[in-house]
């Protein structure tokens, strides 16, 4: 399965922010109370350039998905 790219809108300049790659779990103590593993990630606007960080997945905290990108970003 090939894995989609999500367009986000810049805050700057409201253009499409495309994902860089980097992305991590967020581990606020509110999404993982809330039974959801919420991923975090760069995005960087094709217009202005500008570089910001904003959710890409929410998934649930017991799914296999959850546990499959915990296993990744121990690995990294």
Request: hydrophobic fraction near 25%; include cysteine; proline fraction near 8%.
């Amino acid at each position: 399965m090939g894995e989609e790219k999500k367009v986000k809108k810049c805050p700057e300049c409201g253009g499409k922010g495309i994902p860089t790659g980097n992305t991590w779990p967020l581990t606020s103590p509110m999404a993982l109370m809330g039974g959801k593993l919420i991923i975090m990630g760069t995005l960087e606007c094709e217009d202005c350039g500008n570089k910001f960080r904003k959710k890409l997945k929410e998934l649930p905290l017991e799914g296999p998905e959850a546990k499959e990108e915990m296993k990744k970003q121990e690995e990294d």
